[in-house]
């Protein structure tokens, strides 16, 4: 059945939701569960919880893995929620600066900024390509760590034929609007730890009614059955457009050699390319160019850096400044045809050479 007619025939049920505050409604409908055993089929793991956005997920994992009154590692190069869901579940962030190839969290921050106050890491898979998840498990391991994987932006990312999201205690997707499958607003938990997952989704639905004795305050973190859908569609051509993607990067890479720092690869990633990051001299001027053209880009990452927020405490982190004011600008032209990916690379050839 196409996702219309599924559409069409949910609206004449009129169950748009198959949640309820009750055990039996606790694992929700029909197609959110269907949406989750695809999930758990694909990347071979033992749970996966949907939720109404990837940063309900996130905070549904900072309480099950109690962060409150502890320290938070996470990266300043990132959408917002990748560090305000640790303020949400009361605890404390700690920002450790990026790597200035690939973008993620460096490892070596990571480990300048642990305390006997540390609980947890989140990586941030940032613009689909991966964090160095064996550096930043090592540590977990050593320091007695917990690891969230931020893989909002790297759905079908791997690293030596491990998915990112898999890695660390649990990992988290996005169904957002930009994202490599979207149903508007939705995101996803992955785990193979049942007492966690357990949690999470006593957390994603009301906790307290459904199941008091557990004394879990809940909220109404719940996917509907439209969103699941959507999702579930979406999810099954999952291999089609991240080929395509890798595709166009690949022809963007090859029209801008010798033009513009290429994204690093190591060779055992698979990237995701939610986006293409490329490093250029006076991005500012670029971005604005471009952008006039009728290609807009991003200066930097994002309007400002996570760490110079005004509901975090200032913390140093030079190389993250750097590539927001200086060097890097972010596109998404790869998720277009092969015509307009060239038409790009023409024009901000032409940028580039004034």
């Not at 990266?75 to 993620?104: H, N, Q, R, W």
């Not at 859908?229 to 090859?254: G, N, P, Q």
């Not at 913390?315 to 998404?332: A, F, G, K, N, S």
């Amino acid at each position: 059945m196409s996702a219309i007619s599924e559409i069409e025939e949910l609206l004449e049920s009129d169950k748009l939701s198959g949640f309820s505050a009750t055990p039996e409604g606790h694992m929700g409908g029909e197609k959110v569960r269907r949406l989750e055993d695809a999930f758990k089929e694909y990347f071979n793991v033992d749970h996966a919880i949907a939720f109404n956005s990837a940063t309900a997920a996130l905070h549904a994992a900072c309480e099950a893995l109690r962060v409150k009154n502890s320290e938070v590692i996470c990266s300043p190069f990132s959408f917002s929620a990748s560090s305000s869901c640790v303020l949400m579940a009361k605890g404390t962030v700690k920002y450790a600066d990026i790597e200035d190839k690939t973008f993620c969290i460096n490892p070596k921050e990571i480990e300048k900024q642990i305390t006997r106050y540390t609980k947890c890491i989140i990586p941030v898979h940032l613009c689909g390509n991966m964090a160095d998840m064996d550096a930043i498990m090592d540590i977990a391991k050593f320091c007695k760590l917990h690891v969230i994987e931020d893989a909002a932006q790297a759905l079908g990312a791997s690293s030596k034929g491990r998915y990112a999201g898999t890695i660390g205690d649990c990992g988290i997707f996005s169904f957002n609007q930009s994202k490599q499958i979207s149903c508007g607003e939705g995101g996803m938990l992955i785990t193979n730890y049942s007492g966690l997952a357990h949690i999470v989704r006593l957390i994603r639905n009301h906790g307290e009614c459904v199941y008091p004795e557990w004394k879990i305050l809940g909220y109404n973190y719940r996917m509907t059955e439209l969103e699941a859908v959507v999702a579930y569609h979406k999810f099954k051509r999952i291999e089609t457009v991240l080929s395509h993607r890798r595709k166009m990067a690949d022809i963007l890479t090859e029209l801008l050699e010798g033009a513009v720092e290429a994204p690093f690869l190591l060779p055992e990633i698979e990237h995701a390319w939610y986006t293409y990051p490329i490093k250029v001299k006076d991005n500012k001027y670029v971005s604005d160019e471009m952008t006039r053209r009728g290609y807009p880009l991003r200066q930097g990452y994002l309007t400002k850096p996570l760490h110079r927020l005004d509901i975090h405490d200032y913390q140093e982190c030079p190389v993250t400044d750097r590539m927001w004011r200086e060097e890097l600008i972010v596109t998404d032209i790869i998720r277009h045809l092969p015509g307009v990916v060239r038409d790009f690379a023409k024009n901000l050839k032409d940028v580039l050479n004034g």
